[in-house]
């Protein structure tokens, strides 16, 4: 679904980048609060993933395909606002060197790849949280239904942001029944990516699963007849082992991505995605620009002057999976050593009530 340059006008192009470098500088203030010394590799490597995923279009209607967009799986891992970073540096990297999603667009791209689709799929998800039992089957289904709907969010928010900045006169009806139509069915694969992916984290580290995270209520005590929170158990081996395990996870995640990105990207459908289908049957693309990075030596995944197209492509792949969690990995860690450096407030030395 990434907008290129000339399907919006340049004032809508400049309110969305507003809207978004808005939503980006909330969420890097937000995402002190969710990450730690475990969690901020394991973002840039999310960022990377998703990054890698995105590459392997899938087919979902006759001469058209759909990918991840990676807000719910990003929201769901790491937490709403760090999922709302990953997407743009996801977003931004495609961008810059791989000329997909245009340059001007960037803040409509965010907005509706990013924003759109983690507040969705978070609000969902803890909605459904609520009211499902406290189990790790439950955030694997709830994971489940907020990717699926999170899609559709974000076809129609793209369909919002063209009846105010669309460059072509084309019926808005039209277009957001077309648009949602076909990425509901883009949303099932995003759902069944999102469910897949977070069930195998949460089954062997539930414990870097930001939306796993109190699942287990504290066992309470009576104490003069009151309930009181039992003292924390003694933590297991595998939590006290967390910075072993967590490089095993965070290497696990990266040779994945690798392989995704190097190699299966290969045999992912040519097709156009949902948005191209829907621009070129509707006519929405008449006003197309000529990406600025047209030029890039990776524009449109492949090295330039590299002639095998499996070679080629796998090559771009890679240096797009490292750049970006080289990329990822470095904001998430400067946020978090940001977070470390801010004085903390002192504690209330008020006597406690009896």
């Known amino acids: 679904m990434h907008v290129p340059d000339g399907f919006i006008n340049a004032p809508v192009s400049v309110a969305a980048g507003v809207a978004a470098a808005a939503a980006v500088a909330v969420s890097l203030r937000g995402a002190r609060r969710e990450l730690d010394e475990r969690t901020a590799p394991l973002a840039g490597l999310v960022a990377a993933f998703i990054f890698a995923v995105q590459m392997l279009n899938f087919p979902v209607a006759a001469g058209t395909s759909g990918h991840l967009l990676g807000g719910a799986l990003a929201a769901i891992l790491v937490g709403p606002y760090t999922g709302v970073l990953c ?15 245009g340059l001007t667009a960037l803040g409509v791209n965010i907005t509706v790849m990013g924003v759109v689709t983690v507040v969705t799929a ?18 694997t289904a709830a994971g489940f239904v907020a990717a699926l709907l999170s899609v559709p969010a974000a076809a129609a928010a793209f369909t919002a942001v063209y009846a105010v900045g669309g460059t072509t006169d084309v019926p808005l009806g039209k277009v957001l029944t077309a648009m949602v139509g076909v990425h509901v069915l883009i949303g099932i694969g995003e759902a069944l990516i999102t469910a897949a992916t977070v069930g195998a984290v949460i089954a062997v580290r539930p414990d ?11 066992l309470k005590l009576r104490v003069d007849g009151a309930l009181v929170d039992a ?12 910075g072993g395990s967590t490089k ?3 290497a696990t995640g990266l040779v994945t991505a690798l392989v995704l990105a190097g190699f299966v990207s290969f045999y992912a459908s040519a097709n156009p995605d949902g948005l191209e289908k829907v621009a ?23 090295v330039k002057d590299v002639d095998d197209a499996r070679l080629s492509g796998g090559l771009a792949g890679v240096i797009g999976v490292g750049v970006t969690v080289v990329a990822g990995t470095g904001i998430f860690w400067a946020v978090r050593r940001r977070k470390a450096d801010e004085p903390t407030t002192p504690a209330s030395t008020s006597a406690p009530v009896a």
Request: aromatic residues 4%; neutral net charge.
């Open 231 to 242: 003292p924390a158990a003694a933590p297991e081996p595998a939590a006290a082992a967390a």
């Open 87 to 101: 997407v743009s540096v996801v977003l931004l990297m495609q961008g810059i060197l791989f000329a997909d999603g």
């Open 248 to 250: 095993k996870v965070w």
């Open 280 to 302: 070129a049957d509707k006519g929405i693309d008449e006003k197309v620009e000529e990406h600025a990075a047209a030029g890039s030596p990776l524009a449109d995944y492949g």
């Open 122 to 139: 978070h609000l969902l998800f803890r909605g459904l949280l609520r009211v499902l039992p406290p189990t790790r089957r439950s955030v």
């Open 208 to 218: 870097l699963v930001h939306g796993a995270r109190g699942l287990a209520a504290p």
